[in-house]
T-cell receptor, first 113, second 113 residues
Framework: NAGVTQTPKFQVLKTGQSMTLQCAQD?????MSWYRQDPGMGLRLIHY???????DQGEVPNGYNVSRSTTEDFPLRLLSAAPSQTSVYFC????????????FGQGTRLTVV | GENVEQHPSTLSVQEGDSAVIKCTYS??????FPWYKQELGKGPQLIID?????GEKKDQRIAVTLNKTAKHFSLHITETQPEDSAVYFC????????????FGTGTRLTIIP
């Protein structure tokens, strides 16, 4: 059972570089989301999607783009990395409308220098 | 938007004693309140949840209580064991928010052998 798979696990970027964090789930979940985790600030929602072709902004969307071309995949793009984007990023998925468990990936630790 | 406050930020208890973590939420329409446990280097994992039509729920050594009037909910862990050491997050989901979960800032629980 793969669940939610994130790649890469670790990444170091230079300021101004771009990259894509990958997220895939095999549970046929409609809802997928990206969070960032910073010390003392919990998990903050970046972007989310309630289905293929539908995305929306969360609490801290600036500097990030997402797309949802399939049910399974929800990549997060950093357009021009900044040191403030140094964080641990988590992807999560769940069913819509059933108030059920959100499954999280293992996380991507990103450092921007 | 929804706001969730969580206390304490750190908690140390002797093995075998009980631990209590408390959260308050701002939107009275919130109807789903999960608790997640995050072990070092891993993504958060659901340990228990409660819906707004229930006042208490138990699962072995773990229980959650909900006071809708006061808009707060608590996690209770009894007979704590070393493997309970982790970071715990509460969350709230409010209707009309497209399944967006708002998380508390986390509690680092340390069980002292």
């Amino acid at each position: 059972n793969a669940g939610v798979t994130q790649t890469p696990k670790f990444q170091v970027l230079k300021t101004g570089q771009s990259m894509t964090l990958q997220c895939a789930q095999d549970m046929n979940h409609e809802y997928m989301s990206w969070y960032r985790q910073d010390p003392g600030m919990g998990l903050r929602l970046i972007h989310y999607s309630v289905g293929a072709g539908i995305t929306d902004q969360g609490e801290v969307p600036n500097g990030y783009n997402v797309s949802r071309s399939t049910t399974e995949d929800f990549p997060l793009r950093l357009l021009s990395a900044a040191p403030s984007q140094t964080s641990v990023y988590f992807c999560a998925s769940s069913f819509v409308g059933r108030n059920t468990e959100a499954f999280f990936g293992q996380g991507t630790r990103l450092t921007v220098v | 938007g929804e706001n969730v406050e969580q206390h304490p930020s750190t908690l140390s208890v002797q093995e075998g004693d009980s631990a209590v973590i408390k959260c308050t939420y701002s939107d009275s329409a919130s109807n789903y309140f999960p608790w997640y446990k995050q072990e070092l280097g891993k993504g958060p994992q659901l340990i228990i949840d409660i819906r707004s039509n229930v006042g208490e729920k138990k699962d072995q050594r773990i229980a959650v209580t909900l006071n809708k009037t006061a808009k707060h909910f608590s996690l209770h862990i009894t007979e704590t064991q070393p493997e309970d050491s982790a970071v715990y997050f509460c969350a709230a989901l409010f209707p009309g928010g497209n399944e967006k979960l708002t998380f508390g800032t986390g509690t680092r629980l340390t069980i002292i052998p």
